[in-house]
């Protein structure tokens, strides 16, 4: 049976990180995760490491999730005890049951570790078998080589190219890479994001409503 449609509070329970509901009282801590320049070179909002940014920005996608068009999260690392980067469900179109994953940073040190990988398989299992979406998107800045790597090692299908679809923060016109996974293709890439959290020693995560 489907579950809330996206509408906080939700927790997605993993075993290398779970999903939180984004608080405010996260931004101290996240802030000591954002300083490395690396993570923000093509990240759509700006430099989060600025401590008059970050405010603003949680803000504004605490904004969007109360006007129901996004549900975002804080990455709690459970060994750490302690948020480490941001993600969330982003353009929640229910009428036609499709979702965008966006708006994911992690911090530098743990790139690599399986908390982009957990990230991703937590919130693909709630918007394609919990929710019955229809089709899950992610993008990316035609410049950022390296998610376009991560995106597609996940299994996603790239779609296509969107030329001058966002004004970044500096004024810049980026060209952004669809990619999608359909309900369809899930259980295959199921398999292979378990294969992929096995080597991390992360056995099947579970979705929970808080």
């Given at each position: 049976m489907p579950g809330n449609?996206?509408?906080p509070p939700l927790r997605l329970i993993g075993t290398i990180v779970d999903l939180v509901p984004l608080s405010r009282n996260h931004i101290p801590q996240l802030l000591t995760e954002a300083q490395d320049s690396e993570v923000w070179k093509y990240f759509r909002g700006g430099p989060l490491s600025d401590p008059q940014i970050?405010?603003?920005?949680?803000e504004e996608v605490l904004r969007?999730?109360?006007?129901?068009s996004a549900l975002s999260f804080a990455l709690w690392h459970r060994a750490e005890g302690r948020p480490v980067?941001?993600?969330?469900?982003?353009?929640?179109?229910?009428a036609n049951r499709t979702v965008?994953?966006?708006?994911?940073?992690?911090?530098?040190?743990?790139?690599?570790?399986?908390?982009?990988?957990?990230a991703k398989y937590l919130m693909l299992q709630y918007a394609l078998e919990e929710e019955a979406f229809?089709?899950?998107?992610?993008?990316t800045d035609v410049r950022?080589?390296?998610?376009?790597?991560?995106?597609?090692?996940?299994?996603?299908?790239?779609?296509g190219l969107l030329r001058h679809q966002?004004?970044?923060?500096?004024g810049t016109l980026r060209d952004s890479v669809y990619y999608s996974i359909l309900r369809e293709e899930w259980p295959a890439v199921r398999e292979h994001l378990l294969a992929r959290l096995a080597s991390h020693r992360s056995p099947p995560a579970i979705a929970l409503h808080a």
């Open positions: 449609g996206f509408r970050m405010p603003r920005y949680v969007h999730q109360q006007e129901g980067g941001m993600t969330r469900f982003m353009d929640i179109d229910r965008e994953i966006g708006g994911t940073w992690i911090s530098r040190r743990l790139w690599g570790t399986g908390v982009n990988v957990e229809n089709r899950v998107q992610i993008k950022n080589l390296r998610s376009q790597k991560a995106i597609e090692a996940l299994g996603a299908v790239r779609e966002i004004i970044l923060s500096d």
